[in-house]
């Protein structure tokens, strides 16, 4: 569980690093580039084996990596798109319920069995995340637009099954560190590309405040990948308990650090969101421990 716990708490301090972007001018896009080097480097830092140019590209998980850097950009910008067009609160519930995907995945492909109350945890989670994430304003935007948080449910839905499948399938426990540093490394090199073709355009400026951004950023968002994956390998847990309980008390979390920090106000429909969130960890977490007893 402590595993567990700390992606959640890495995660969720990812959400204080933007909120704060906002305040002190870091410009997302260039510190989400300096985050994806930063963790990259915190993994290799982390990894406590041999590393060589030639051995990391004959790893079984090698490809995968790289297509798992290329998703990171890709929902990223997916992510950042629908928060411009329909708002954060939509951006955050098409990535949360995107619980599903793993959840069924974990059903279907390794036979996971889910009882009664953990199935009434993971309804009641997607519920949480619907109105936790709940604004009252209205939302005018093109008919295309509302494709944006299909696209971000069904791509962030690819990446935690994906990483679950390298997890179980591809990787003993002491390549953790290796494969998130190989996964950031590809998403940063990825992100280089892609500024460097914006700036055909639009020329770069240097801020050293992106720099800074980036650093804040990329060291939880190492750690939140990294303990998830430790989670994942939890011999009693399955991947739709853990998957389930990370997601829905990341947006219960992030929701009261929004209040406490930055005085953020909630609708009733949050506060019910939040309730559900704790109802919904409390049910999937006792189903999960009468499995184990069973």
């Not at 690093?17 to 994806?36: E, R, S």
Request: hydrophobic fraction near 55%; proline fraction near 3%.
């Amino acid at each position: 569980m402590i595993h567990l716990a700390l992606s959640i708490l890495f995660s969720s301090l990812i959400f204080v690093v933007f909120k704060l972007y906002a305040k002190f001018g870091v410009q997302t896009l260039f510190a989400i580039i300096v985050n994806y080097f930063v963790a990259c480097s915190v993994g290799l830092f982390n990894y406590s084996g041999p590393i060589t140019l030639v051995a990391v590209p004959q790893k079984s998980w090698f490809w995968g990596s790289l297509s798992l850097g290329l998703l990171f950009i890709l929902i990223f910008n997916l992510m950042a798109a629908t928060s411009q067009k329909l708002g954060v609160s939509v951006a955050s519930v098409a990535t949360k319920m995107s619980l599903t995907i793993p959840v069924l995945f974990g059903v279907f492909f390794y036979k996971e069995i889910l009882g009664i109350l953990e199935i009434i945890g993971i309804i009641l989670a997607l519920l949480a995340v619907y109105f936790a994430s709940l604004k009252e304003q209205k939302i005018k935007a093109n008919k295309w637009a509302f494709a944006l948080p299909v696209l971000v449910f069904l791509g962030s839905g690819v990446i935690d099954t994906s990483i679950k499948y390298f997890q179980d399938a591809h990787m003993p426990e002491e390549e953790y560190a290796l494969f998130s540093a190989t996964v950031f490394g590809s998403a940063g090199v990825i992100g280089l590309f892609y500024i460097g073709l914006k700036s055909t355009k639009v020329p770069l400026k240097f801020n050293f405040k992106n720099i800074i951004g980036g650093i804040c950023l990329g060291i939880p968002n190492y750690f939140s990948i990294f303990y998830l994956l430790k989670a994942l390998q939890h011999p009693t847990w399955n991947s739709a308990s853990v998957f389930t309980i990370n997601n829905v008390a990341i947006v219960m979390f992030s929701t009261l650090l929004g209040i406490i920090l930055f005085k953020e106000r909630l609708t009733p429909k949050n506060w019910l969101g939040i309730v559900l969130a704790v109802c919904s960890i409390i049910m999937v977490a006792f189903g999960q421990h009468l499995t184990m007893l069973i």
